[in-house]
């Protein structure tokens, strides 16, 4: 096994991001940060990579949250410094213009939650498990975990988790929207995989615009919200691949799309 704390894959058009520190159930301490950001950063420039699939080494976990030994003795400074690395990995992703699967194999806890939260297509295996555990280490869901999970499930459920730091399982987080699919265990990286090629034969110019529509959307009124999601539509004319999209179907072909 590599002892490298992220492991890049690149499967055709697709790169897969393993958190590699399974010992630690891929908690996030600050190389694995580091190395996050560094590699949404790079994909982020590559025309070669059209979607991103993210997951964790080994059978037992996504990632069971920030990691608790690192953090235990720092100070409020500290805790600022690693909050910051934190948003800057999930303004990363946020940001990429390609679309991030999160292939959830296990404990998604804290911080590793808030990393799947900010992901655009969650996909859980059978027997995952989600949680925020942090009110039982005396601190809190700080890295969004308490805001975007309100706004994804409402405040009712939102509060419960974290208040009460419980579990739920795939099941359940399937049945709240959290996650969009569920896949037995053994099926999720070939699951995940698919669908990121799928994800990957589609125009980029029409996914990057999608996700900016979103993200923009979450954060403005309605009437703002319509107007950045009819621009980003009028955008769309701007590219080629437009073009080659409706010719395709048109012409009862398969698209060819190149994101120009
Ligand atoms: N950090 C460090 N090590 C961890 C870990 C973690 N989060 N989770 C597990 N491990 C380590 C365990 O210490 C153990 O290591 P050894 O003792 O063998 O050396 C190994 O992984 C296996 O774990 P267990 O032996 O505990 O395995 P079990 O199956 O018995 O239990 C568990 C699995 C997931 C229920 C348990 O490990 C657990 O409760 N883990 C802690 C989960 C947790 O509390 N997560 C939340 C951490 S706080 C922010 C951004 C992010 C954050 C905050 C702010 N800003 C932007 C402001 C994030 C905060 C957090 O995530």
């Given amino acids: 096994m590599s002892d490298e704390v992220l492991i890049s894959e690149r499967i055709g058009a697709v790169e897969r991001l393993t958190i590699n520190r399974p010992a630690a159930l891929n908690a996030l301490n600050a190389s694995v940060l580091a190395a996050l950001k560094a590699a949404f950063e790079r994909i982020a420039r590559d025309d070669a990579i059209r979607a991103i699939v993210l997951t964790g080494a080994g059978e037992k976990s996504f990632v069971a949250g920030a990691d608790i030994k690192e953090m235990a003795t720092i100070g409020p400074l500290e805790a600022e410094a690693l909050a910051r690395s934190a948003k800057r990995v999930h303004d990363a992703i946020i940001h990429c213009p390609k679309p991030v699967i999160a292939a959830i194999n296990g404990f998604a806890l804290g911080g590793g939650f808030e990393l799947a939260l900010v992901c655009d297509i969650r996909i859980a295996a059978d027997d995952a498990r ?70 990957a034969a589609l125009s ?3 996914l990057a615009q999608i996700k900016s529509a979103l993200e923009i959307g979450a954060n403005a009124d309605l009437e703002s919200a319509l107007a950045a999601e009819a621009k980003a539509f009028a955008l769309c004319f701007a590219a080629a691949d437009q073009k080659e999209g409706m010719a395709a179907f048109i012409e009862k072909r398969p698209a060819r799309f190149t994101g120009r």
């Fill in 130 to 199: 989600f949680g925020l555990p942090e009110v039982k280490l005396a601190v809190l869901p700080g890295g969004g975990g308490i805001m975007r999970l309100s706004r994804l499930v409402g405040p009712s459920v939102a509060r419960a988790l974290c208040l009460t730091g419980d579990m739920i399982s795939a099941e359940r987080a399937f049945q709240l929207g959290i996650v969009s699919e569920l896949v037995a265990h053994d099926k999720l990286d070939e699951h995940a995989l698919k669908k990121a090629e799928a994800l």
């Fill in 204 to 206: 980029p110019v029409a």
